[in-house]
């Protein structure tokens, strides 16, 4: 099955810059590829996806590219504010299949 | 529009005992999904239900089991309760072409095993 590992588990920014959580898949057959953040007490809540026919798509602050060849994908977070603060999980599945999550990144942005 | 519904908050249970989760998923969703969330760590897959049938099963034992009803919610059962099933278990929901649209998670039920 499908292997997704992310990377860092913890970041710590200052308010205002940016953060960047990478993740890499391990089924080439893979293409679909969302983001999640989960705030405390709460459960995961989409917040981005990227589907393999595009390389890259923006929403506000938030970012996420893909790599098809390299098997690997980014969210990038810019102007960082303390609200942002979260665990974000990446999630990998091919279709007609179930996600597979990353471990998480615990992001703390520090007013 | 009302999330996915997950029952109860949390449930304490003891070490052998069953415990039965609840999920009632987003209206016109058909699919749906168990994780397993330890804590500090990532969601573990357990079981998926698409249209009353299970599609794919996670590395868990036998005794974690679920269905899914004909108005789509779903249960997950956990026998022969053990100190390890003690996490955070996630719902989520999603339409047929979820490729498409994605999951939506519940706030989940805290098991808590003693």
């Known amino acids: 099955g499908e292997n997704v590992e992310q990377h860092p588990s913890t970041l710590s920014v200052q308010e205002g810059d940016s953060a960047v959580i990478k993740c890499t898949y391990s089924?080439?057959?893979?293409?679909?590829f969302p983001w999640y953040k989960q705030e405390l007490g709460k459960g995961p809540q989409l917040i981005i996806d990227?589907?393999?026919?595009?390389g890259e798509k923006k929403d506000q602050r938030i970012a996420v590219t893909l790599n098809k060849t390299a098997k690997h994908f980014s969210l990038h977070i810019t102007e960082t504010q303390p609200e942002d603060s979260a665990v974000y999980f990446c999630?990998?599945?091919?279709?007609?299949?179930?996600?597979?999550f990353g471990t998480g990144t615990r992001l703390t942005v520090i007013p | 529009e009302a999330g996915v519904t997950q029952s109860p908050t949390h449930l304490i249970k003891t070490r052998g005992q069953q415990a039965t989760l609840r999920c009632s998923p987003i209206?016109?969703?058909?699919?749906v999904y168990w994780y397993q969330q330890a804590l500090g760590l990532g969601l573990q897959f357990l079981l998926w239900?698409?249209?009353?049938?299970?599609?794919n099963r996670g590395n868990f034992p036998p005794r974690f089991s679920g269905r899914q009803f004909p108005n789509y919610s779903s249960e997950l059962n956990v026998n022969a309760l053990e100190l390890e099933d003690s996490a955070l278990y996630l719902c989520?929901?999603?339409?047929?072409?979820?490729?498409?649209?994605?999951?939506?998670f519940g706030s989940g039920t805290r098991l808590t095993v003693v």
């Open positions: 990227i589907r393999s026919n595009v």
């Open positions: 239900y698409d249209e009353g049938e299970e599609r």
């Open positions: 209206s016109g969703h058909t699919s």
């Open positions: 089924d080439s057959a893979s293409n679909y």
């Open positions: 999630a990998a599945s091919r279709r007609a299949n179930n996600l597979f």
């Open positions: 989520a929901s999603s339409l047929a072409n979820r490729e498409l649209y994605g999951y939506t």
